[in-house]
């Protein structure tokens, strides 16, 4: 049984190996002269393997504008981070249920606040949205990935690409899937409802909308 300070423990280590690789990134990066520095780590993600850790790294330059964010993969196993030349945003990335596919949120120019999809054994880039999307998770099941774009909860079916719209008005940071992959919850107008991805029809579970917090 693991108790929290082994989870402590075990994040602890994690982040300390994401920190001594990314070190070794500050000079040798092929993006930009020896004058940009790294000014954050996004925050990373475990693999549901527990074995790769992704993350962005994000440096400036010079210039106000002179900003860059890479995806980084990293090993815990040999500690090595790949040097993908794939840029991205400070958006945490979201890992298909097996470990072998990572969404993120792009952060180039032409694609900005898109969804793209990356092999993890292959390392190919495919295109799974267009611009404005946001908070990409993937269902317990990896037959679906659910995503925020202009506001709306979208479900899209990895095999066939189509979308399904859940809701309109959603806040991005507050969504999720349900236990089977068949259900997702999410906060709108300060209401907490629920939705069947096939054919739901939306229903109130909780509002904070009045003076007094109430089950709906």
């Not at 001594?20 to 549901?48: M, N, Y």
């Not at 979201?94 to 694609?111: I, T």
């Not at 679906?144 to 079916?157: S, Y």
Request: proline share 6%; net charge negative; with cysteine.
């Amino acid at each position: 049984m693991r108790t929290i300070s082994d989870c402590g423990m075990k994040r602890t280590i994690w982040i300390l190996a994401v920190i001594c690789a990314v070190s070794t990134l500050t000079s040798c990066d092929p993006k930009g002269p020896d004058s940009w520095e790294i000014d954050l780590i996004a925050p990373p993600t475990v693999s549901p393997t527990k074995d790769l850790v992704a993350f962005a790294v994000c440096r400036t330059g010079p210039g106000e504008r002179d900003i860059d964010v890479r995806l980084r993969v990293l090993s815990l196993k040999s500690q090595v981070a790949s040097r993908m030349d794939v840029e991205t945003t400070q958006s945490a990335p979201s890992w298909s249920p097996d470990g072998s596919r990572l969404v993120f949120v792009s952060g180039s120019d032409e694609r900005f606040f898109g969804l793209d999809c990356l092999e993890i054994q292959t390392g190919q880039v495919s295109e799974i949205s267009g611009p404005s999307c946001e908070t990409p998770i993937f269902s317990p099941d990896g037959r679906r990935l659910g995503f925020v774009r202009n506001n709306t909860l979208i479900v899209k079916d990895m095999k066939s690409g189509q979308e399904t719209e859940i809701a309109h008005q959603v806040n991005h940071f507050a969504w999720c899937w349900g236990k089977s992959g068949e259900r997702v919850y999410y906060d709108s107008d300060r209401t907490l409802f629920e939705s069947a991805v096939q054919r739901g029809t939306p229903r109130a579970l909780y509002t904070e909308a009045s003076s007094t917090p109430k089950l709906v």
